[in-house]
């Protein structure tokens, strides 16, 4: 089974400034894929950004982008020039990898509440 | 664009009734899942449809049944409900065909459910 962590609880920072999250996870599969969803105070789950794990390259999305780092089994998203929007919280979550057809069901982290001040 | 839509957006029953959530996916979407957020959690998997059939159960309890019909809603059934089950149901969406696998999963606005 695939665990996914997320060891802040809780971020805050100004607005303007740029902000990382962190977020590990544990699998032994080899074909997967990582997602950073938002979930603002309007409760809405929005897709921000995602990753193949068989890309070495770091997924971008605007201000969005990820550090993926296969070995460490970690993937930190980074927001830079952080807007008062980007009030949510933010969860992780892992897919196992399918080879033709079909999906696989999301396992999330426990996620970050992250505040931008203005 | 259109997105997954969800009724009710919020639903109030009492201890030992039923409910009905459905969800209709984005067009063309074969694939839905059904999450769970309980208050201050993340998401839990219920289950999933691709094609009208099941494709993967998670921590449904047996009093939930759910299912995809011809046009590719989905509906979950809840009964005898308990105070615990309070929660946000997400319903998500995504195309999962042939050469399609691995999409990104589309979720709804939630329906919010109160047990009283």
């Known amino acids: 089974a695939q665990t996914v962590t997320q060891s802040q609880p809780e971020m805050s920072v100004q607005e303007a400034e740029t902000v990382t999250l962190s977020c590990t996870y544990d699998?032994?599969?080899?074909?997967?894929?990582l997602f950073w969803y938002k979930q603002p105070p309007s409760r809405q789950m929005i897709l921000v950004i995602r990753?193949?794990?068989?890309?070495?390259q770091n997924a971008t999305e605007n201000r969005f982008s990820v550090n993926f780092q296969k070995a460490a089994k970690s993937f930190s998203l980074k927001i830079s020039d952080s807007q008062l929007g980007d009030t949510a919280m933010y969860f992780c979550?892992?897919?196992?990898?399918?080879?033709?057809?079909?999906?696989?069901?999301?396992?999330f982290g426990t996620g970050t509440r992250l505040t931008i001040i203005p | 664009a259109a997105g997954v839509i969800q009724s009710p957006r919020h639903l109030i029953k009492e201890k030992r009734e039923t409910a009905t959530l459905k969800c209709y996916p984005i067009?063309?979407?074969?694939?839905v899942y059904w999450y769970q957020q309980g208050p201050g959690q993340d998401p839990q998997f219920l289950i999933s449809?691709?094609?009208?059939?099941?494709?993967d159960k998670g921590s449904i309890p047996d009093r939930f049944s759910a299912q995809q019909f011809s046009d590719y809603h989905s509906e979950l059934n809840m009964s005898s409900l308990e105070l615990g089950d309070s929660a946000l149901y997400f319903c998500?969406?995504?195309?999962?065909?042939?050469?399609?696998?691995?999409?990104?999963?589309?979720f709804g606005d939630g329906t919010r459910l109160s047990i009283l």
């Open positions: 998500a969406s995504s195309f999962s065909g042939q050469g399609y696998s691995n999409q990104p999963q589309h």
């Open positions: 699998t032994s599969e080899n074909n997967y894929y």
């Open positions: 990753q193949e794990a068989y890309k070495q």
């Open positions: 979550a892992f897919m196992k990898g399918v080879s033709n057809f079909g999906n696989e069901k999301l396992t």
């Open positions: 067009p063309r979407h074969d694939t």
């Open positions: 449809f691709y094609e009208k059939m099941q494709s």
